[in-house]
């Protein structure tokens, strides 16, 4: 839009400074939280963005209860204080768990492992939203509203209870401009925290433990500070400061944040990073910057474009001044490390046994169509899920299992696999030549990957390609060219050599022939100067390095492999099912995938292939069965999430199976 004078320029500039400040503001609070908690760790925390979402349905739920009231007087302004004192103490206390679960175990022998055991744990915290909505008064069960890929979260909105005044017409100010003091109210709020979060670390006996080490964790120890405690009392402060901008947020916008997930503090992160580790100032100013990108890109572009320019502010952010803006480079944060417990493979341990079970499943996998027939199973679907699950962990456990790095954008390639097959089978082109096509999109993605992240190592690693994962699902969702949220249905079926494959099962062996040839594939790569540069690589970078290996470029060669295998499970999905949407690259099933490879041993084949059965079978036959049992035995109305059956407690077990299996990996690795 065109600005048609000078005042209106000046007018709508001023308006949207204030609108962006006061968004800014609320996104500052949670920031410096994040910022005095990653400062002594060094590892983010993925479940952050939930305690703070989950804090402020806490906030909301009680004022609903109680029946608060904004024209009570002194009474409302006693219980809100109370409400807030309550919240603090919960997310602290919640805080404080995460820790002795998801970093006290680690400390000292896995970078890898906190990072992955708090997003498990994220997707528990998760469900817990889902279950919390159904408690809720407004909660209709027969009237399901969900959108498709966004399970339902608490969102009911309370009373406004901050003042709803503009201070530019009380003031008879002649702008057309709207400043509430609300806005203002929420500004000096953000302020007044980062000058009172600097003065604490600067003058307080815990702020200076925290700084001390923050900077130097064995010189701390050495001058009788007690790291575990400090780090204890950290996540806790973190809490409260998680509860104070919850309590802000929820009465800024009247409800609570609906945005839930790992990737909800994503922002959070980036406001930090950007005002430098360990600044609260500087959290402050970026998220005060964040605020007023955001509502530039609203206005003049479009709000459902602005997720994904904060992504790509949030990439730029790590890749070319991932320490800040204000503070000074420490190469010692960013250097190459060793190869991490959680993933370390065992590649020779009972060999003999591994190629038994894997001619077992070669032989059940070729014979299971004809058993299926006559038991009369009708499993002819789920087989084909099972065998693009295998090309997905079998591709992931090349990048992880192999070459130690993860990749948590890693279904964005299995996305354009399916999208692109999706614009190509209703042009009649050959199947062979899609999947061709497919392989070499995706693995294109994986060469821009991994020359992205070639500067960065463990959790900014797992940051940017989360982000990363993160942009090409807002792609999927505001791209016109994809269907939107619709996608695309209703697909003619693949032709090879102008023979149609309608059948279930002729779907099923044409992929068992590629999970087959990409498990030899796997073997011999295991094998090869390649697979045995991989591995050096991931033991001891520096090492590999003055051994003469290509670091870098086998590396990326990892990152393109693994994508191209994903852009095939892709296409194979596009053709078995005739039907793509955006939920197909969801963090539900990266998170399958995940518990898949590291279930089975990080590198291990075989490991690879009992994890995907498991994890699918448990899905799909497991769970429904619980489900047909505990139905008769189910209260009236009670749900779990937004299904009426155990089935919506999927985000629940599959963070639960990727926090129990990263638990015992790295304990396991750091015994031998």
Known sequence: MICHSISHCSELTLQLLIYGFSSGAVLALNAIGVTVVYSLVRILNLAQGDVFALTSVLITTLIGAIGVQPNGGIATFGILGLILIVAGVASALLMVLIERAAFQPFRGRSQLAPLMATLGISFILYQVALIWRTTLPSWIPQDHRSVPGLPEVPVDRIPAFLPNVDLMQWL???????LQASDLLVLLLAVGAAIGVQVFLQRSLLGKSIRACAQNPLLAQLCGINLNQTIRWTFAFGGLLAALAAFVFALYYERPVGFHGAESGLLAFAAAILGGIGNPIGALGSGLLIGVFEAISDYFLSTQWTPVLLQLVLIAVLLF??????????????????????????????????RYLLQGFVLLALLFPAIDALLHWHREILNLEVGIYLLLALGLNLL?????????????????????????????????????????????FGILKGKLVQRLQNDYLAVITLTLGLLGSQLLVSWDWTGGTGGIAALPPPQILSHPLSGAIAKYYLVLLLVLSLILISQRLIRSRIGRAWLASSEDETAAVSCGIDVPGYQLLAFTLSS?????????????????????????????????????????????????????????????????????????????????????????????????TILLRARQRSSV
Do not use: C
Request: charged share 10%; hydrophobic share 50%.
């Open 400 to 444: 992880l299992g192999l070459a130690g790095l993860l990749d948590l954008g890693y279904l964005v390639s299995f996305g354009i696999g399916a999208y692109l097959t999706a614009k190509l089978l209703p042009l009649s082109i050959d199947f062979l030549l899609i999947l061709g096509l497919s392989i070499g999109f995706a693995a294109l």
């Open 172 to 178: 008879g100010l002649p702008i057309d401009v709207t």
């Open 321 to 354: 001044r991932p320490t800040g803006i204000t503070a000074e480079a420490h190469l010692s944060d960013f250097a190459p490390t060793g190869r991490d417990a959680a993933t370390t493979p065992e590649l020779h341990s009972h060999s003999r046994l591994n």
């Open 564 to 660: 191209g295998v994903a852009g095939l499970a892709g296409s194979l999905y596009a053709g078995s099912f005739a039907y793509v949407a955006p939920n197909i690259v969801s963090f539900q099933i990266l998170a399958m995938v995940l518990a898949m490879v590291i279930l089975g041993g990080a590198g291990n084949i075989v490991g690879a292939i009992l994890g995907t059965l498991l994890i699918t079978g448990y899905d799909k036959l497991f769970i429904p069965w619980l489900g047909s049992v505990l139905a008769p035995l189910q209260p009236h109305h009670w749900h779990f999430g937004s299904a009426p059956d155990v089935r919506g407690l999927s985000y629940f077990t599959f963070g639960l199976a990727i926090y129990l």
